[in-house]
């Protein structure tokens, strides 16, 4: 936990948006070891001096929590100063509720000051919560919490829990559609637009909504404005035969179609889906349990990406390479030109030593590839066998690029994601589940997940409808986990490779009638600034199927042919069977 001192002199000193960078810099906080779990008489004791205000951050960027609870000491005492303990959030919050010792005796406004109160009526619990929507002073979401020793019980630990709701009701407005769609129209032509603002082509920073029904064909060339966010009722589809650059902060597919090529047709350019925004920018909420996030392509729809097929997904090296030389050796007649990018695994002692390197030039003739920059490790390509089993010791050498690439962008730590789920909306007076599929086959994932969270590259949550497959695809150089199935059923990843992620590969977690088959995983390393407490190692898996971030249920999993390289903690982990018994 991360905690700064925020009196009023912040306000004084900064302007307003210096107290913003402020406040979203850990390098002004002071860190205190905490303990995981929901009970704090099993946690770590924390002082604090009485009569200021403090800003707290669970983990590296925030407290996007639905519930937390304090237990102040038995040593606040009756004179002791007001406290305040305030929080920003980004999620989506509606409703937040104080209770003390139990008992929910007070409600949001209790707390009324915008600094320390000195006043004897405030009581311990008083709090109060702002939303950027509202017209408020603050500089960012949060809420506020008053502590003291007022009413004191003799010799017992009084406690505050403060419980979160996302959404009041549906987070999102449901409309019904029979599947059908009105003739496609080019999205560059104004008449497209009619239910549009303005009756014009979207422009930059705007609301973007193709309506139930309609059909849109994406056909810009060059790079897209930055749109907010483009909500998919109907159907959008990207035109081929020019390349396509479609940027925007959040894209929801909120039970639409959005296609890039088909299965018999490929897409055949480039197309690729830039996602932008930072840690502290609006979030996408379509229902109170899950986490969606920002920076995001959500999906409770249809999305099917089809890229172009490419023969050098994978091969290994045929030629030891050397640390400092800038060639290596593979399978001849691939398709490698030069620009692509390739992750050389780890094959010495040091279970880090994976890196990429981009294509300067390949010989078809002979396998040999000129790399643009020198190597940094040496990476071995003799074939030695075992005894008993022929083993193949080469170096795995795996193609990162595809013609479809749904990215992060570039300017800061915060990547983006791929998110698939579900929801349960009310529409015409009925219930009505939707269930996202996302099928994508040859597609680039790059500079995806957002640290220090379970928010991965392509994420699968309480995703149980049709089946889901992602397939011959390369998804890398994230920033968090790398895939992670939750609660989610009927997803098939095949023949990929997951490349630099941090602590986890690939997470099964409450998964049912899942397969894993023939993908390589690469250069699984712990997390920047990581403390350990309590010796606690930052585990780093390749594969762990149900037993991260604790023991879990899973059922009908599937795993076959993949390989593991530079996972230093452990390659695979998953839950065992007793002695004699053939299934888990």
């Not at 780890?346 to 279970?351: M, V």
């Not at 990429?356 to 020198?374: C, F």
């Not at 690939?506 to 403390?531: C, D, G, M």
Request: with cysteine; net charge negative; proline share 3%.
């Amino acid at each position: 936990m991360y905690v700064a001192r925020v009196d009023a002199g912040l306000s004084t000193f900064l302007t307003a948006e210096q107290q913003k960078e402020y406040l979203f810099d850990k390098e002004n906080f002071s860190r205190i070891n905490q303990k995981g779990g929901q009970d704090p008489s099993n946690a770590w004791t924390a002082p604090f001096v009485p009569g200021h205000k403090y800003m707290f951050h669970i983990g590296q960027y925030g407290n996007d929590f639905l519930d937390i609870n304090f237990q102040l000491s038995e040593h606040w005492n009756e004179w002791d100063k007001n406290t305040i303990l305030m929080n920003n959030f980004t999620d989506r919050r509606d409703k937040y509720q104080v209770f003390v010792d139990g008992e929910e005796n007070h409600q949001n406004g209790t707390l009324v000051d915008v600094d320390v109160p000195d006043s004897d009526n405030n009581e311990l619990g008083h709090w109060i919560y702002w939303n950027l929507t509202q017209d408020s002073p603050n500089l960012m979401k949060q809420y506020r919490v008053l502590v003291n020793g007022k009413n004191k019980k003799f010799w017992k630990r009084r406690e505050i829990k403060v419980k979160a709701t996302r959404c009041i009701g549906p987070c999102q407005e449901g409309e019904e559609g029979d599947g059908t769609f009105s003739p496609c129209t080019m999205w560059t032509n104004p008449s497209s637009w009619k239910h549009h603002p303005g009756q014009k082509v979207p422009v930059q920073d705007e609301n973007v909504e193709i309506p139930t029904g309609k059909c849109i064909i994406y056909d810009v060339e060059g790079p897209s404005p930055i749109f907010r966010q483009i909500q998919i009722r109907g159907k959008l589809q990207f035109k081929d035969k020019n390349d396509r650059h479609l940027r925007c902060k959040n894209i929801f597919n909120h039970g639409g179609h959005f296609f890039i090529g088909e299965k018999e047709a490929p897409f055949q350019r480039t197309a690729r889906i830039t996602l932008y925004g930072s840690r502290e920018e609006h979030y996408i909420v379509y229902d109170s349990q899950i986490d969606t996030g920002n920076k995001l392509l959500s999906n409770i729809g249809v999305i099917r990406f089809y890229g172009k097929a490419r023969n050098s997904l994978k091969t290994r090296l045929h030629v030891s390479a050397f640390a400092g030389t800038n060639e290596i050796t593979v399978a001849p007649e691939l398709d490698l030109v030069k620009g692509d990018r390739l992750a050389l695994a780890a094959t010495g002692y040091g279970g880090t030593e994976s890196e990429d390197v981009i294509v300067e030039q390949y010989d078809a003739a002979t396998g040999v590839v000129g790399l643009k920059d020198n190597l940094k490790f040496f990476h071995w390509g003799l074939k030695d066998t075992t005894d008993q089993l022929d083993v193949d010791m080469r170096g795995e050498v795996a193609l990162l690029s595809r013609n479809i690439i749904i990215e992060g962008d570039d300017s800061n730590d915060w990547g983006g994601q791929i998110l698939t789920g579900s929801l349960i909306e009310y529409i015409n007076g009925k219930f009505k589940q939707r269930s996202g599929q996302t099928i994508m086959d040859h597609v680039e994932v790059y500079r995806c997940s957002q640290a220090d969270s379970w928010r991965s590259a392509v994420r699968f949550s309480s995703a149980t409808g049709n089946w889901s497959s992602i397939t011959n695809s390369a998804i890398h150089n994230g920033l968090a986990w790398g895939v992670y199935v939750e609660g989610s059923s009927n997803v098939n990843f095949e023949n990929n490779v997951v490349y630099s992620f941090r602590n986890t590969g690939i997470n099964l977690s409450y998964a049912k009638n899942i397969t894993v088959n023939q993908n390589w995983v690469f250069h699984i390393v712990e997390r920047p600034n990581y403390v350990m407490i309590d010796d606690q190692l930052d585990f780093w898996t390749g594969i762990a199927t149900c037993t991260m971030p604790k023991k879990t249920s899973c059922v009908d999993i599937e795993m076959q042919d993949n390989v593991v390289a530079g996972a230093v903690w452990a390659g695979f982990t998953g839950l065992a069977h007793r002695c004699g018994e053939d299934k888990t």
